[in-house]
């Protein structure tokens, strides 16, 4: 009986755990495609009234997102603009964020902070489109990596669980 | 305000390290500072009333002046956004709170012909507002016939006041329960932030800036039906136009232009069709007598 239990824990604390490797792969995913709605809001803020960064964070910061987090904190600490540059706020609230991003996307959002506030709209918004762009295109390789990888480290981890199984008893 | 207090708060935009180096003057000394000058690579100065500069503190622990720190302080004037701040920069300053300005120079990016942003920047000019009330007081009685504002022309040579004569104008108007629109091409009367005038030009005032005189003073007319037209500066034959046809709508005007004396303006063929039309009533000169302005008020016919 005791046997019995303990492997179906095992199971299903591996099936969990393969559950949990699924989830990062949607949350990067749902996360990669909140900073595109994002950055599209900025184009459009930008190119229809010129909003300042300060007003764009705030707008942005509403709602109980990651993202939303990422450019709240970000709002709260333009008081220190006077110390730091804008840039450097940014990577900082990046990195506190610990936003589900793998390399070539946090490099991506990253530049984000290169770009907010520096130009003249009509440019800022042209350098938003094409960091946009980017991010689209990342989102769909990560979405094709979650569909992929998702489904196999749900798959190797029930495996791996059932496998523990087998040697224990 | 006293020009202590107004460094004070004109200096809020720049980076820590140089405010504190800034703070560390004292009071006597920052009560004489008109301009703060930043210049990569060079330093930080200080100019007086006669424009002689000094540099602040050249010993060990003088602040570094760098082309980041000029960023910065543009950053931080700015709030990190640079946008919809195209027309400020082609005109070469940013307004500020209070109504101080920071004259910007170094590597000009360039679109059709306008600066759009700087690539490079080798020196910032923090320009300390202080505005002068009561310029207007011994002025505006005489510009008054039965009771009613007649036009007014303000003539002067550059640097002697004209911008805070028609500022003071525009805010004892106000006072009078005269309803003024006023065209702040430059942003150096009201200096609008936020849509919050910077300096006090009264509670009565409607303002336009960020767009042409011409096309200002044609929106105020249409929008605001002001009593008097406001304009800093005619130089362009629209802004005539524009102000004459104020003037044949019953509004009366009220403006600034360079020159010496009614001579020279009269062979000026900008201010000619004004001069015809008789758009303008009064003329105010000023000029400097003893370190002091003095103001000259003439009928014009």
């Given at each position: 009986?005791?046997?019995?239990?303990?492997?179906?824990?095992?199971?299903?604390?591996?099936?969990?755990?393969?559950?949990?490797?699924?989830?990062?792969?949607?949350?990067?995913?749902?996360?990669?495609?909140?900073?595109?709605?994002?950055?599209?809001?900025?184009?459009?803020?930008?190119?229809?009234?010129?909003?300042?960064?300060?007003?764009?964070?705030?707008?942005?910061?509403?709602?109980?997102?990651?993202?939303?987090?990422?450019?709240?904190?970000?709002?709260?600490?333009?008081?220190?603009?006077?110390?730091?540059?804008?840039r450097e706020i940014w990577l900082e609230k990046l990195n506190e964020s610990r936003l589900p991003l793998k390399g070539e996307e946090r490099e991506t959002v990253e530049r984000l902070g290169h770009v907010l506030g520096r130009y003249d709209s009509q440019l800022q918004t042209?350098?938003?489109?094409?960091?946009?762009?980017?991010?689209?295109?990342?989102?769909?390789?990560?979405?094709?990596?979650?569909?992929?990888?998702?489904?196999?480290?749900?798959?190797?981890?029930?495996?791996?669980?059932?496998?523990?199984?087998?040697?224990?008893? | 305000?006293?020009?202590?207090?107004?460094?004070?708060?004109?200096?809020?935009?720049?980076?820590?390290?140089?405010?504190?180096?800034?703070?560390?003057?004292?009071?006597?000394?920052?009560?004489?500072?008109?301009?703060?000058?930043?210049?990569?690579?060079?330093?930080?100065?200080?100019?007086?009333?006669?424009?002689?500069?000094?540099?602040?503190?050249?010993?060990?622990?003088?602040?570094?002046?760098?082309?980041?720190?000029?960023?910065?302080t543009l950053e931080l004037a700015t709030r990190a956004s640079l946008q919809g701040l195209n027309e400020k920069l082609a005109s070469g300053f940013l307004p500020l709170p209070g109504g101080h300005r920071l004259g910007i120079c170094g590597t000009a990016a360039v679109r059709?012909?306008?600066?759009?942003?700087?690539?490079?920047?080798?020196?910032?000019?923090?320009?300390?507002?202080?505005?002068?009330?009561?310029?207007?007081?011994?002025?505006?009685?005489?510009?008054?016939?039965?009771?009613?504002?007649?036009?007014?022309?303000?003539?002067?040579?550059?640097?002697?006041?004209?911008?805070?004569?028609?500022?003071?104008?525009?805010?004892?108007?106000?006072?009078?329960?005269?309803?003024?629109?006023?065209?702040?091409?430059?942003?150096?009367?009201?200096?609008?932030?936020?849509?919050?005038?910077?300096?006090?030009?009264?509670?009565?005032?409607?303002?336009?800036?960020?767009?042409?005189?011409?096309?200002?003073?044609?929106?105020?007319?249409?929008?605001?039906?002001?009593?008097?037209?406001?304009?800093?500066?005619?130089?362009?034959?629209?802004?005539?136009?524009?102000?004459?046809?104020?003037?044949?709508?019953?509004?009366?005007?009220?403006?600034?232009?360079?020159?010496?004396?009614?001579?020279?303006l009269r062979r000026r063929s900008l201010y000619r069709p004004l001069l015809e039309q008789k758009v303008f009533r009064r003329l105010v000169t000023i000029s400097r007598r003893d370190g002091r302005r003095t103001y000259q008020v003439e009928r014009m016919t």
């Amino acid at each position: 009986m005791m046997k019995a239990l303990g492997g179906v824990m095992i199971v299903a604390v591996s099936l969990w755990l393969g559950f949990k490797g699924m989830s990062w792969y949607r949350r990067r995913c749902r996360v990669l495609s909140e900073l595109i709605y994002a950055i599209s809001r900025m184009e459009a803020e930008l190119s229809g009234r010129e909003t300042e960064t300060a007003e764009l964070l705030k707008l942005l910061g509403r709602g109980e997102s990651e993202t939303a987090w990422l450019f709240r904190a970000c709002y709260d600490d333009m008081e220190e603009l006077e110390e730091r540059p804008f840039r450097e706020i940014w990577l900082e609230k990046l990195n506190e964020s610990r936003l589900p991003l793998k390399g070539e996307e946090r490099e991506t959002v990253e530049r984000l902070g290169h770009v907010l506030g520096r130009y003249d709209s009509q440019l800022q918004t042209r350098l938003l489109g094409g960091l946009r762009c980017e991010l689209e295109e990342l989102l769909s390789v990560a979405r094709e990596e979650s569909a992929r990888e998702g489904k196999s480290a749900l798959t190797v981890s029930g495996c791996i669980g059932l496998l523990l199984v087998l040697l224990l008893m | 305000m006293d020009r202590a207090s107004a460094v004070r708060e004109a200096i809020s935009v720049l980076p820590k390290p140089i405010r504190f180096q800034l703070m560390s003057q004292s009071r006597e000394e920052q009560g004489r500072w008109e301009e703060i000058r930043l210049r990569a690579g060079r330093g930080l100065f200080t100019a007086d009333s006669s424009g002689r500069e000094t540099r602040v503190s050249s010993g060990p622990q003088s602040v570094i002046v760098e082309e980041e720190t000029l960023r910065q302080t543009l950053e931080l004037a700015t709030r990190a956004s640079l946008q919809g701040l195209n027309e400020k920069l082609a005109s070469g300053f940013l307004p500020l709170p209070g109504g101080h300005r920071l004259g910007i120079c170094g590597t000009a990016a360039v679109r059709e012909g306008r600066t759009i942003s700087f690539r490079n920047l080798s020196s910032l000019n923090l320009r300390i507002a202080c505005p002068v009330e009561g310029a207007g007081l011994e002025v505006l009685p005489r510009l008054v016939e039965a009771g009613k504002f007649q036009s007014t022309l303000i003539l002067a040579p550059p640097g002697e006041g004209k911008t805070t004569l028609l500022r003071d104008l525009i805010r004892l108007l106000g006072r009078e329960g005269i309803r003024t629109g006023l065209v702040d091409e430059r942003g150096e009367v009201a200096a609008l932030r936020g849509g919050v005038p910077q300096l006090d030009v009264g509670p009565l005032v409607d303002i336009m800036d960020g767009c042409s005189k011409g096309e200002g003073l044609t929106l105020l007319l249409r929008a605001m039906a002001p009593q008097v037209l406001a304009v800093d500066e005619i130089t362009a034959p629209e802004d005539a136009l524009a102000l004459t046809q104020g003037a044949n709508c019953g509004v009366h005007v009220l403006a600034t232009a360079h020159g010496g004396s009614m001579e020279e303006l009269r062979r000026r063929s900008l201010y000619r069709p004004l001069l015809e039309q008789k758009v303008f009533r009064r003329l105010v000169t000023i000029s400097r007598r003893d370190g002091r302005r003095t103001y000259q008020v003439e009928r014009m016919t």
